[in-house]
């Protein structure tokens, strides 16, 4: 496959990506986290060639960290881009207001966007080659609670599709994953896993894994996880006051407010 870079990936999404791409013939990863531990032991585990950048992708100096570490370790070569770290802290905007949302797209859409910049003449130059988005079902359906999350996905989702538009006549693919509720370390989901009703809607970081191969090497334009979240985001547009009606109930209060804290990190940190 050739030389690929996967952000947040200590854990979670990042590391099941990381796992999964090992397997593909030809794979050299370039592992980037903060946890410089973990992301050593990862590399160590893997059947492939694996280096990692051990560094906080809202730096300054981030980006050219990573290219700098990709043109003296791997000859410039890029071929795949997953663009996975990110976090969500919830609270109403009242609780959080403009602070939250900042601190929301400086990580979840501005960090990703400094990155692609940096790395983009390289993948360029070794096209065909690929960047994987992972957004979120929250980009596409917002909830009471997590309005500054959805924000930050909301605007890589459209940056995406723009993206994907541009560099299509120069070799690169640009794939989008939008996972909904995954089980990470800093989101076990129990609640959720427990009942019935909503034990389906949980998924785990190798099936995300396997949808972000699927629109990389794969070159998909998008993937929903579970799949049939997709229907909540063509019902947004076809039927909106439904689904506001539907979101703003009881039930849905109740999953937004018990699922998990503020602080939580959600899939994609590292």
Known sequence: ???AVVTGASTGIGKATAERLARDPGTELVLVARR???LRELAESLPCPATWVACDLT?????QRVRDHLEAEHGGALHLL???AGAAWRGSFEEGGYANVHRHMELNFDAVVRLTEALLPLLRASAPSAIVNVAST???VARARTGSYSASKFAL????DALYAEEKAHGVHVGMVLPGFVRTEGFPATELREKAVTRWIVSRPETVAEAIHQCGPGRRAERYVPRPYGIAAALRIVAPSLVRRVLSGGAASSLTTSTAGDGEQRPGSD
């Open 59 to 63: 730096d300054a100096d981030a980006p």
């Open 36 to 38: 410089e531990e973990l």
């Open 157 to 160: 989702i459209g940056w995406t």
């Open 138 to 140: 929250a980009g596409r």
């Open 82 to 84: 997953v663009n996975n």
């Open 1 to 3: 496959m050739g030389v």
